[in-house]
């Protein structure tokens, strides 16, 4: 049997837009061994379960080549109330299910998500309103219709007293709607902050619905436990279980991050390693017990722990979360996937030093809200970034079907279109899949590679794509970057296809993973080790995995070098630096003269950091012209690729402690 090689995977957000997920990732495990694996929201379930399957893969069973393989068609499946009865939503659809408080709305909410035109979603709405909020709906009619009951009944109007009631039929319905719209508000106002600001807790203390499927978290729950290899009641698969070590800053086995966002501090933050400079964050387990499974509510608070500073913080009533070997992998993809309104935000709560303190004269804990991880992140294609990669970090994005995915190169003298997927797509009599999946074939693909153009004439649209470039223009920026479009897989989704169309069809979800199907396939082929034809258009692979490497070289050590010119002349101008001390002065300063902060443990330290600066400096100014990483006008001059990076200082993003140094 050969051995598999070993891969990192990245997957964006998009609500049902997972359902590619699937089939993609059970493709690849054929020829690789998932190691780290990363993701937000939709994504996030995805990257979960992945983690899990390769857990349960070195523990038992493994499951990617069955349950992977098949989850697009159990998700299809219409399982009716009684057995051998076909029923009217698949599973997909019924994993979303609301709580009492909210189905009114989640109804008029499914109403309008259908395939069908403007015209008949509206009226699906105003029937919907009609059913589910009819008591407004019969006061709203009565308003109107009453008047004309009494006009008919009081006047001499004989076998014509129908007029008035026909005239009054466009006013009453004016009058329904408007009447049902203050029960939507009213819900809106009320329901939706009380259940948690999300239409479906997720939970339902394992009770499944009629047609015996359980609500998403606790599907989850019973998912990632099964492709681990472990009873739904057994204890959750945690991140620590992934690594295979408790020790947060040695080698992991499986490394699972996920993204989520606090909205009450306006941050994004990874998980497991939720605290750090934040400080500590507790839950309430009656809150908690609403939103997970009973037994992994348990594990959290039988793993909870110690409380830092209890004699300055007010913690009673509330449990320390656990340390990060001991969350469950549910909590991170529960908390990553809160799309917000349709599923309900995750409180945690941290001590709040501006609020006045209690009557025992501590600190108040104060609530943060935790929702969806792809407000600030919705394609993570940092994850497991690394300046000279050792095993590739795939990526799968979601890209709207407007998108023209293209690829431009210099043919005779012109720009010509060379490949890619069009906004009008032609099977050409290929398998399923291939016409809605596409990746750069050539290095000569740049930043036009499945450019993004925002279309709208409307307002609403115009503001739709404000908030869209606000969520990912940071993501789509380091898309366009050598070393990392390369090796992104694009896959084409339509209006009503993935995203909020909980009730897509059966064919079409199978359809939808078939394009994940292929999505692995060309991510496998492209980077093997004897990289062969490529199987989408059958010419020769140029974007192998050396030549991903080498362009990490190029790219890296361009940026390098920019940033060592600049900090050797900055180190060098004496002149800029007056009148204050010159770097050098600070260097050599004595242990007692200001700034004291942070000193360099002497002498050791000292002596390394004066000889060091200085053989860098030196060796840098010894560059020339000729003698860079990046010269000419294009490529075949020595040019880095382009476009050109930066190396730049910014926040680790994780307060992980493997990521404060390298190994």
Sequence with gaps: MTKKLQCDLVMRGGITSGIVYPRAIAKLSETYRFRSIGGTSAGAIAATGTAAAAYGAKHGEDHFGTRFKTLPAELG??????????????????????????????????????????????????????????????????????????LAVTSSLGSAAWIPFLVGLVPALVFVVAA????????????????????????????????????????LHGFFQSVANREPAEPPVTFGDLWGTRDERAERDIELVLMTTNITRGISQRLPFLEGSWGQLFFKEAEFAKLFPASVVEHM???????????????????????????????????????????????????????????????????????????TSNFPLHFFDSPLPSRPTFAINLIPYEVAATEVDEVGGTLERVSGVAAESDKNGKPQGWDHVWMPSRNSSGIGSAARFNKFQTVAGFFG??????????????????????????????????????????????????????????????????PDKDPQSGDDIELTWDNHRWLRYRATMAAFEDLAR????????????????????????????????????????????????????????????????????????????????ALRMMPLGSNDPRAERAD
């Design 77 to 150: 499946r219409r399982p009716g109330n009684r057995p051998g009865v076909e029923g009217k939503k698949t599973v997909l659809e019924r994993l979303f299910q609301p709580q009492e408080g909210t189905r009114r709305l989640f109804n008029v909410l499914m109403s309008g998500l259908g395939p069908e035109g403007f015209a008949a979603k509206i009226a699906f709405v105003v029937w919907a309103l009609c059913v589910n909020y009819w008591v407004y709906a019969v006061v709203g009619a009565a308003v109107v219709l009453l008047p004309l009951v009494v």
């Design 180 to 219: 049902t719209s203050v029960g939507v508000v009213r819900d809106v106002l009320v329901e939706l902050p009380r259940n948690g600001y999300g239409l479906c807790s997720g939970s339902s203390d394992g009770r499944p619905d009629e047609a015996g499927v359980l609500p998403l978290t606790d599907w």
């Design 301 to 375: 608070c039988a793993h909870a722990a110690n409380a830092r500073y209890p004699k300055d913080i007010d913690t009673v009533g509330f449990v320390p979360l656990p340390a990060p070997e001991d969350l469950p992998i549910l909590l991170g993809a529960r908390m990553s996937l809160s799309f917000p309104f349709l599923l309900s935000a995750v409180p945690l709560y941290a001590v709040n030093f501006e609020a006045p303190k209690t009557n025992g004269g501590k600190f108040p804990l104060e609530r943060c809200w935790f929702s969806d991880g792809g407000l």
């Design 465 to 530: 794509a404000l908030f869209d470039t606000a969520r990912n223009w940071a993501d789509t920026e380091l898309m366009a970057l050598p070393g990392y479009r390369e090796r992104v897989v694009h896959v084409k989704l339509a209006e009503h296809e993935g995203g909020m169309n909980l009730n897509m069809g059966s064919d079409l979800i199978e359809e939808i993973g078939a394009r994940g199907e292929r999505a692995g396939e060309l991510l496998a082929a492209r980077y093997g080790p004897n």
């Design 566 to 645: 600049r900090f050797r002349k900055a180190w060098r101008d004496a002149d800029r630096q007056k009148p204050w001390r010159g770097y050098d002065a600070l260097l050599d300063r004595g242990s007692k003269d200001a700034p004291t902060s942070y000193p360099l443990q002497r002498p050791e330290q000292q002596s390394f950091a004066s000889e060091a600066t200085r053989a860098f400096v030196e060796f840098v100014s010894t560059w020339t012209d000729d003698q860079t990483f990046d010269r000419g006008e294009d490529s075949s001059q020595g040019r880095s690729p382009r476009p050109k990076p």
